[in-house]
């Protein structure tokens, strides 16, 4: 990709960014996180091709994240162990919890259930990103819902 066509394809996807990462962090941390995305763009514009779209929202809404997780620390392990078994966690404890469990997937596996699960994109969609077949994302797509399950269940038990 050249520096023009960056460039272009930057102009064109920042308010689409900048939407992504308002829905995470509000107008405040916004700006910088859509700035830090676009800024790993260009340091990897050598190894880029045209359309951004996917990756561009993938890696804003990872570091929207992150900021989220400086701003707000996860419940440490001793909190967790002194809950009764019979209470439930609260819903954003257990979005922490499966996260940390996606966390340790293979980078693969982890990409593709984002993008199915959390941008909502097709099987198809997924395959062109990747340069893969739409029958090897729905056997890796398989696989990390399983592994998660696996591991959620084994660390968790619930």
Not at 3 to 20: C, G, M, S, T, Y
Not at 110 to 119: A, D, G, P, S, V
Not at 124 to 129: K, R, T, W
Not at 145 to 153: D, G, H, N
Request: hydrophobic content about 40%; some cysteine; glycine content about 4%.
């Amino acid at each position: 990709m050249t520096n023009e066509e960056f460039k272009d394809e930057a102009r064109r996807l920042r308010p689409k960014l900048l939407e992504v990462a308002r829905r995470y962090l509000g107008d405040e941390d916004a700006e910088d996180t859509v700035q830090d995305a676009l800024l790993r763009l260009w340091q990897m514009l050598d190894q880029l091709h045209l359309p951004l779209d996917a990756l561009a929202s993938v890696l804003t809404r990872n570091l929207c994240i992150d900021r989220l997780r400086r701003l707000h620390p996860q419940v440490t392990l001793k909190e967790d162990l002194e809950r009764t078994e019979s209470e439930a966690p609260p819903t954003d404890e257990r979005i922490d919890r499966m996260m940390s469990v996606i966390a340790t997937l293979p980078p693969l596996q982890q990409t593709i259930l984002r993008l199915r699960h959390m941008e909502g994109m097709e099987m198809g969609q997924i395959a062109a990103l990747i340069g893969s077949s739409e029958v090897a994302i729905r056997k890796a797509l398989s696989r990390a819902r399983q592994s998660v399950r696996e591991q959620y269940l084994r660390k968790y038990g619930q």
